[in-house]
């Protein structure tokens, strides 16, 4: 099947820095990827979604200036996380479906756990 | 909008048995895509099986199938033959098949346990 990587696997950053992570799918190409957050023991939640080469869209109660979103090419996209604080942590997963081909799959990468201090 | 339940938090189920987890979902649309996802202790998500709304044969992938009842809005996951390794949290999600990039709707989630 196809893959999606992200990196980095694990972060832990002090309060107040920033953090990106970055979601790439390595043998396909996606006009589009998501982004999710997921607390443990909890589904995930989706956050926005990518789209290359125009703005991301957000969903409801989600900040935008707080997680800045990049889809740079069909293939990467990252998620900034700005600012951030011990409520940040969480495990940050991105999932994208092929431009051609079984697009009605999406592929998950492996997702970030983010500590941040 | 599209809603996902699950309903049970929690199933634990004995080696070579067989567990059901049950899904419903909300939908006024007619053509859509329902999914199964596994996520194991490293979290990264697996999808176990697939199903598109407008095919009636229930899917099936080797020990995994579903049960599909489209009127009933219905979609739960047979898994036959119980292993240790399929241990994990159980997501059932929905897609709409009206955009080639919609995004997926997913339920809270059941965490099923193999008894040895």
């Known amino acids: 099947g196809a893959v999606v990587s992200q990196h980095p696997s694990w972060v832990i950053c002090k309060s107040g820095t920033s953090v990106k992570i970055e979601c790439r799918s390595l043998?396909?190409?996606?006009?589009?990827m998501f982004w999710y957050r997921q607390f443990p023991k909890q589904s995930l939640m989706l956050m926005a979604t990518?789209?290359?080469?125009?703005?991301?869209?957000?969903e409801q109660g989600v900040e935008k200036d707080k997680f800045l979103i990049n889809h740079a090419s069909l293939t990467l996209s990252t998620l900034t996380v700005t600012s951030a604080h011990p409520e940040d942590s969480s495990f940050y997963i991105c999932?994208?479906?092929?431009?051609?081909?079984?697009?009605?799959?999406?592929?998950f990468g492996p997702g970030t756990r983010l500590l941040v201090l | 909008a599209q809603t996902v339940t699950q309903s049970q938090p929690e199933m634990s189920v004995q080696e070579a048995e067989t567990v059901t987890l049950s899904c419903t979902y909300d939908?006024?649309?007619?053509?859509?895509?329902l999914f199964w996802y596994k996520q194991p202790p490293s979290r990264q998500m697996i999808l176990v099986i697939r199903?598109?709304?407008?095919?009636?044969q229930n899917a099936t992938e080797n020990r995994f199938s579903v049960n599909f009842q489209k009127a009933a809005k219905s979609f739960s996951l047979k898994i036959s033959d119980s292993q240790l390794g399929d241990a994990a949290m159980y997501f059932c999600?929905?897609?709409?098949?009206?955009?080639?990039?919609?995004?997926?709707?997913f339920g809270k989630g059941i965490t099923l346990s193999v008894r040895p």
């Open positions: 999932s994208a479906p092929p431009m051609t081909g079984g697009r009605e799959t999406q592929y």
């Open positions: 043998d396909f190409q996606a006009t589009t």
């Open positions: 990518s789209n290359e080469g125009s703005k991301a869209t957000y």
């Open positions: 939908t006024s649309e007619s053509d859509y895509y």
């Open positions: 199903q598109e709304a407008y095919k009636q």
């Open positions: 999600a929905y897609r709409s098949a009206s955009g080639a990039n919609s995004k997926l709707t």
